[in-house]
């Protein structure tokens, strides 16, 4: 966009050389350029060329020290085949024999592997930062500084929810070291370098720009990358996303590519995210979250609507583990936590990263939309475990089984529970509901997952009086809604061990 004083000096510009107003003399010519010029300088918006460092090499021969190859070395346990049984007295068995013997087979063997990855330096006393999966399960780490030395390191800690992993080696000298940057501040734009062990050719430099923010590539349950096309590549794991001043603003982490090799497209942990997790395994080895107990699901636009919320933001509570914090502070299922801990929720992934990172012990406040209006509560939150982990996770869907021709509603043949059914799907004598026996394939229901065996146990949010046992109460709630001209119905289901809310759309008339 061109700003409004670059109009006017190019409108100046044109009038001092225009033809038909007389030949001006070259002087004025000159004096008109270079006034020009200096307009541009000085206009509102950036000039690309003059943003655009000649060269980056300062900035590289800055930071290249702190940057370090990582080997490991891992051992395998293997087992080579036994010998075939053959017939006694068989030609063919003194010469397996003999082969076998010659390869050790039968037996257990260990197999060394190595790996390559990278790293950098950010104290003075050798600490390193590198990913998980550079180290993982290594029974040997070497780190080999720019200048050649070797070191054998030692694991401080590893995170393999956030793929960070943190080393020492001790040197007889300060090393040199690189800052971690605000990442926050980093914008899609802005110029970006790389540096690390791709291939395991040493210490390479490549620039680019940041591409995106906030990448969600499903790696783990705090995904927020910054996307890059500076040229990462196998062996750049764990090397440093740096900005013009030599500041780290993430840890090179991944690569989308169909062939195995850098197409642009790069993913790196921003600083700040990776910077209390750094802190915590430094000091004491592994990383402490927050814990709420709580399943979640994505916001959508209709179930935005259904509950009359003006936008999708925020995170929809699908479950709530028994005794644990959410349960204790007060949170249902079919909340929606629009604020915790003072920090306002994007969406689900948003709430998970906000409460890992938030202190154990800790009473905060939790804003949730319940009934058509804001609710302010308190948790304090436990040490998250593990094991409870799994009780949050997705289910998979149901397999369909063929229909009964019961009553229709939205697309959705229903049924009360009976004994026939509940062993027909797999449901526990303590779900109460309503069974979806079939799903028109056009439905609005069947484009939201809803399948034979879903359990549909409350429509909206209030629990008191959304609860379902048959299909004509389904029937006469949707009834209701469809008189208030409501768009969509929301439903509480049950789906192989955990519950869910579907928003559905309502066919009107």
């Known amino acids: 966009m061109i700003s409004r004083n670059e109009n006017h000096s190019s409108r100046a510009l044109a009038t001092a050389i225009q033809p038909g107003a007389g030949r001006q003399p070259a002087w004025i010519m000159l004096v008109a350029a270079l006034a020009f010029l200096a307009a541009l300088v000085g206009a509102n918006r950036p000039v690309f060329a003059l943003d655009a460092p000649a060269s980056f090499a300062d900035l590289a021969a800055k930071v290249s020290p702190a940057v370090v190859n990582i080997s490991t070395t891992q051992t395998v346990h293997t087992r080579t085949p036994d010998i075939p049984d053959l017939p006694p007295g068989s030609p063919f068995e003194e010469f397996f024999k003999d082969f076998f013997d010659h390869q050790g087979g039968g037996q257990e063997r260990d197999r060394k592997m190595q790996s390559l990855g990278s790293g950098f330096i950010i104290s003075a006393d050798g600490v390193i930062v590198t990913n998980n999966h550079v180290v993982d399960d290594a029974d040997e780490i070497v780190v080999k500084t720019q200048d050649g030395t070797e070191y054998k390191a030692k694991l401080l800690g590893k995170d393999k929810p956030t793929d960070l992993a943190v080393l020492k080696i001790d040197s007889s ?18 110029w970006v370098m790389a540096i690390g062990n791709p291939y395991g050719l040493g210490g390479t430099v490549t620039v680019g720009i940041v591409s995106a923010r906030s990448r969600q590539i499903e790696m783990g349950p705090y995904d927020d990358f910054i996307q890059t096309d500076a040229a990462i590549n196998r062996g750049n794991s764990g090397g440093p996303l740096l900005t013009l001043d030599g500041k780290v603003v993430g ?19 921003p600083s700040d995210q990776a910077r209390p997790i750094i802190e915590q395994l430094e000091k004491g080895g592994k990383v402490m979250r927050g814990w709420l107990g709580v399943s979640l699901q994505p916001m959508t636009k209709e179930i935005a609507e259904s509950l009359g919320l003006k936008d999708d933001k925020g995170a929809l509570i699908a479950g709530v583990v028994d005794g644990d914090p959410a349960q204790k502070g007060g949170i249902r299922s079919g909340d929606v936590i629009l604020s915790f801990n003072a920090k306002p929720v994007k969406d689900a992934s948003d709430l998970s990263r906000i409460v890992a990172d938030t202190a154990i012990g800790k009473n905060v406040d939790v804003v949730v939309w319940r009934g058509g209006k804001e609710r302010t509560l308190s948790v304090n939150l436990v040490e998250r475990q593990e094991d409870k982990v799994a009780a949050t996770e997705n289910p998979s869907k149901p397999s369909p089984t063929p229909s009964e021709d019961h009553q229709t509603v939205a697309g959705m043949e229903l049924s009360a529970l009976t004994p026939d059914l509940r062993k027909s799907f797999d449901i526990g004598d303590d779900v109460e509901g309503v069974v979806v026996t079939n799903v028109e394939n056009s439905s609005d229901a069947a484009d939201k997952g809803v399948t034979p065996g879903v359990v549909i146990t409350q429509i909206g949010q209030d629990e008191a009086t959304g609860k379902v046992t048959t299909p004509q109460q389904v029937q006469d709630k949707i009834d209701a809604l469809k008189k208030n001209d409501q768009k969509f119905v929301l439903l509480r289901v049950y789906v192989q061990g955990r519950y869910l809310w579907v928003p559905v759309q309502l066919a009107q008339g």
């Open 173 to 190: 000298k300060p090393l040199p070291y690189v800052e971690f940057g605000n990442s926050d501040n980093a914008r899609v734009g802005d």
């Open 251 to 269: 840890i090179n982490s991944a690569i989308y590519s169909p062939t195995g090799g850098s197409i642009g497209i790069g993913f790196s942990i």
